[in-house]
């Protein structure tokens, strides 16, 4: 589904360059929910703008369906691949009803059927019509990502990529969240490639995990061999011990 | 087990959050209680507001016909049939303000409907996409700074002749660069959003996203920036008037009315005293309104 | 005798919209202990923090019945008295040291000059004692450090920094008001070392504002959990695999677990009844 090759990529300031990603190589398979973990500047948020065409000039090669997205036109890549952020206040715009929101993926494609596919968009988040009329600011954090989730999902892409997409939430509403997220997965066969800093978060959605330090992964390693302790690298038995310590 | 009771599994229940939807019209009854709350900004709302009575009835304000000359009244001091005098060719000064009230409103508002759209475009599309062509549009934008912008109208209307609606385009030209730089630095915050980098992910266009996404938020900083502008409008356009250069006689300008007046200054005051008295009035309640818009409309200042 | 005590407190904001009642009928007295305060976002429980301090913006309500650190009210003293307070007897570690160190004077002068603020004491001995209080935190080059600014130090450093400026002048009473909640997991741990360190031996009682009751439940003696406003739980961090009220427990067991992975997690429902009992017992 998603095969990232060798992928670097570099920032350069003024004095310097500054490597963020090196050597990056992953594959994800059709319907997997993949992670990706590490802390503040690790690269693991790099990864994902990279595929979502936010990043230029990056080295490598990624291919989404064994298209490389190099050549692949944004609009093109929409049909296949959606993104969840971390703020929810953030990624709605404040000016924009709910109803504004989600029927601009529809105008811009020009699907006709919109009002059955925003109404079938909200019910599969655990939302009504009642939202529609309604800005970002008149509706919770935990709604509002709601809304995002199903924004993303409007156009029925095969790939979500999941940027921190709880931690902005209390945890009663994370847990909310991380259960709309398995059941849409299982609902819609949907491929995530999830960043966050929380090993709990990612091990409770995602069956392999990557763990990125100074953008580079150290080890790619399954969730059982995860809870089980079985890792090879240092600083993923750090992370873990972390985790655990904090149950 | 009394736990079980309050915590259940469930798929996607939802939190009993949702707040109360105010309607549009009670939000910009609240809005406008809000800013008439401030009393220099209500004397703002209040001036403008009378202005805009003034020019609207003004057949049936004004006391007298302000074209026609009564040579048998010339220079009277104000009395109670000429509330402010008369001018040199007897006619009425109050009913001539009355009616001078149509001449600036008219400026500032072909002005603001040039300027505002021309410095949102020009603003926004080299915010949104920097590189060269943000270079060629601040470079241009910087040309048209650099001059005082009085300098420049008269330069503008020296070419084109006098006349009002050759003061406007000249006002037009000089005032759209400060609109356009501000539009650009909202732009600039904005391009990076969030919301902005969703648009984009669903394929949205350029053209799109500056007009439903990028425009709109600029607009309560565009709308402060334009009102202020009114008041630097009103004057630019008296100082053309009195040079000459803005409307001719015999339409009633209050620029103009100072300017003939001059002449007459020290032994017939009223003749400078109120319509310079009406330029203050109305571009200080522009100021003062255009800053009550921004405590309102602009979250950075609270 | 306790160092703080708080009964009945009561804060309101003052909205466009009305009145909003953000803290109701808190009430707690903190002896030489480890306390946290733990809710959600909008429970009220920074506000709490504020209203001690009386640092809460002006058209903020505060009412108690009394509110003193040891016997002097803090409601009705005058501004200089409670500017005595906040340095020297209460001071308050916020969550983002980017925010609250300032950026134009090295850390290493913030830190002495906090010091000489309560003490008169020579330029070179503030600059020895805020040395050996960087010490005392864990860095490891302080001289280097001292002359650093603060947008050249990591975050965790500069939580360190404000914990060393705020330790200093050897207050009473630290409110640390999230902390550690800007910080990478396992920066957050060594943070927390320091500090459990530093107020134990200097014998200052903490007020640990969070969200996270796991973290806080490893660390502090007693948790106050508030909800919506309202404290609905008041339990010995020890105690707290038994609590009582559902909204901590909710709180507890909505974290994904390693251990034990559950298909769904749970997930609260809110009961109007939580508020109408008037919170604990």
């Given at each position: 589904m998603i095969a990232i090759d060798s992928l670097s990529f570099d920032v350069s300031t003024f004095t310097r360059r500054k490597r963020i990603l090196s050597d990056i190589s992953l594959e994800i398979g059709k319907g997997e929910c993949f992670g990706?973990?590490?802390?503040?500047?690790?690269?693991?948020?790099?990864?994902?703008?990279?595929?979502?065409?936010?990043?230029?000039?990056?080295?490598?090669?990624?291919?989404?369906?064994?298209?490389?997205?190099?050549d692949t036109p944004p609009k093109k890549r929409s049909d296949t691949l959606q993104m969840v952020f971390q703020d929810p206040f953030g990624a709605l715009h404040p000016r924009h009803t709910i109803r504004k929101i989600l029927s601009e993926p529809l105008a811009i494609k020009g699907v006709a059927d919109r009002a059955e596919r925003i109404e079938k968009a909200l019910t599969d988040v655990g939302l009504d019509a009642s939202f529609l009329p309604r800005y970002p600011h008149q509706i919770s954090g935990g709604q509002r990502q709601r809304v995002a989730i199903a924004r993303a999902i409007i156009m029925d892409p095969s790939i979500l990529l999941l940027d921190e997409p709880t931690s902005a939430l209390d945890v009663s509403v994370q847990a909310e969240i991380l259960n709309l997220l398995a059941s849409l997965h299982q609902r819609h066969q949907l491929t995530y490639l999830m960043v966050s800093h929380d090993l709990g978060v990612i091990a409770h959605l995602c069956e392999r995990v990557a763990v990125m330090q100074a953008g580079q992964i150290v080890e790619i390693v399954s969730r059982d061999d995860l809870v089980e302790g079985n890792v090879t690298h240092p600083y993923t038995r750090e992370l873990l011990e972390h985790a655990f310590s904090r149950e | 087990m009394k736990n079980q009771q309050t915590l259940r599994h469930a798929d996607f229940p939802l939190s009993p959050r949702a707040g109360v939807m105010p309607g549009k019209g009670a939000a910009?009854?609240?809005?406008?209680?809000?800013?008439?709350?401030?009393?220099?900004?209500?004397?703002?709302?209040?001036?403008?507001?009378?202005?805009?009575?003034?020019?609207?009835?003004?057949?049936?304000?004004?006391?007298?016909?302000?074209?026609?000359?009564?040579?048998?009244?010339?220079?009277?001091?104000?009395?109670?049939?000429?509330?402010?005098?008369?001018?040199?060719?007897?006619?009425?000064?109050?009913?001539?303000?009355?009616?001078?009230?149509r001449v600036t409103l008219y400026i500032i508002f072909l002005v603001t409907i040039i300027v505002g759209p021309i410095g949102l475009l020009i603003g926004t599309v080299s915010g949104y996409f920097g590189g060269w062509v943000d270079s060629v549009f601040m470079r241009i934008t910087d040309i048209f700074i650099s001059f005082p912008s009085l300098v420049l109208a008269l330069a503008f209307v020296a070419a084109l002749g006098?006349?009002?609606?050759?003061?406007?385009?000249?006002i037009a030209l000089t005032s759209w660069p400060p609109v356009a730089r501000l539009a650009r630095a909202e732009t600039m915050t904005f391009r990076k959003s969030d919301y902005v980098v969703a648009a984009q992910l669903q394929g949205a266009s350029a053209a799109r996203i500056l007009f439903h996404y990028i425009a709109i938020m600029c607009l309560p900083s565009l709308i402060v920036r334009l009102t202020m502008n009114m008041a630097t409008v009103i004057l630019t356009a008296a100082a053309l008037g009195f040079l000459g250069l803005g409307a001719q006689p015999p339409l009633p300008e209050w620029g103009a009315m100072i300017s003939t007046g001059r002449s007459y200054m020290l032994e017939s005051w009223w003749l400078v005293a109120f319509p310079g008295a009406a330029i203050m009035l109305v571009s200080l309640a522009f100021n003062l309104l255009g800053d009550g818009l921004r405590d309102l409309l602009d979250p950075r200042t609270e | 005798m306790s160092v703080l005590t708080v009964e009945k407190l009561n804060v309101t904001f003052r909205t466009d919209d009305g009145a909003k009642h953000a803290v109701r009928d808190v009430s707690f007295t903190l002896n030489n202990e480890k306390l946290a305060i733990v809710g959600e976002s909008g429970s009220g429980k920074s506000t709490v923090g504020k209203a001690i301090l009386r640092l809460n913006s002006p058209s903020t309500q505060v009412r108690a019945e009394r509110l003193a650190f040891r016997d002097q009210d803090l409601l009705t003293c005058s501004e200089k008295a409670m500017r005595t307070i906040r340095g020297q007897h209460i001071s308050m570690i916020m969550q983002d040291p980017k925010f609250s160190l300032n950026p134009v004077v090295s850390v290493g002068d913030q830190i002495a000059e906090a010091l000489r603020v309560h003490r008169r004491i020579s330029r070179q001995a503030a600059r020895e004692?805020?040395?050996?209080?960087?010490?005392?935190?864990?860095?490891?080059?302080?001289?280097?450090?001292?002359?650093?600014?603060?947008?050249?130090?990591?975050?965790?450093?500069?939580?360190?920094?404000?914990?060393?400026?705020?330790?200093?002048?050897e207050p009473d009473i630290i409110i640390a008001d999230e902390p550690t909640s800007a910080l990478d997991v396992s920066v957050q741990q060594d943070v927390l070392d320091i500090l459990t360190r530093l107020i134990e031996k200097k014998n200052i009682s903490l007020i640990f504002i969070s969200h996270d009751l796991n973290l806080v439940k490893k660390f502090c003696d007693r948790v106050l959990v508030m909800y919506s406003g309202q404290v609905v739980e008041s339990i010995k961090a020890s105690d707290l695999a038994n609590a009582s009220h559902p909204y901590t427990r909710g709180l507890m067991e909505s974290l994904p677990s390693l251990r034990h992975r559950r298909a769904t997690l749970p997930v609260m429902t809110r009961d109007p009844a939580w508020l109408a009992q008037g919170g604990a017992p």
């Open positions: 990706l973990v590490g802390e503040s500047g690790s690269g693991k948020s790099s990864i994902l703008k990279c595929l979502a065409g936010q990043f230029q000039g990056w080295e490598g090669a990624i291919e989404i369906e064994g298209r490389s997205i190099a | 910009f009854l609240k809005s406008f209680r809000k800013l008439c709350r401030n009393p220099l900004s209500a004397s703002g709302v209040v001036i403008v507001a009378v202005l805009l009575i003034l020019a609207m009835a003004a057949p049936w304000i004004a006391t007298h016909d302000p074209l026609v000359q009564d040579l048998s009244r010339v220079l009277s001091a104000p009395s109670a049939a000429h509330w402010f005098g008369t001018d040199e060719y007897g006619r009425d000064i109050f009913s001539r303000i009355v009616y001078g009230s006098p006349g009002l609606e050759h003061a406007v385009i000249a | 004692a805020a040395l050996d209080m960087l010490r005392e935190v864990s860095i490891s080059d302080p001289e280097h450090v001292f002359d650093q600014y603060p947008h050249e130090i990591s975050g965790g450093m500069g939580q360190r920094v404000m914990i060393a400026m705020m330790v200093i002048p």
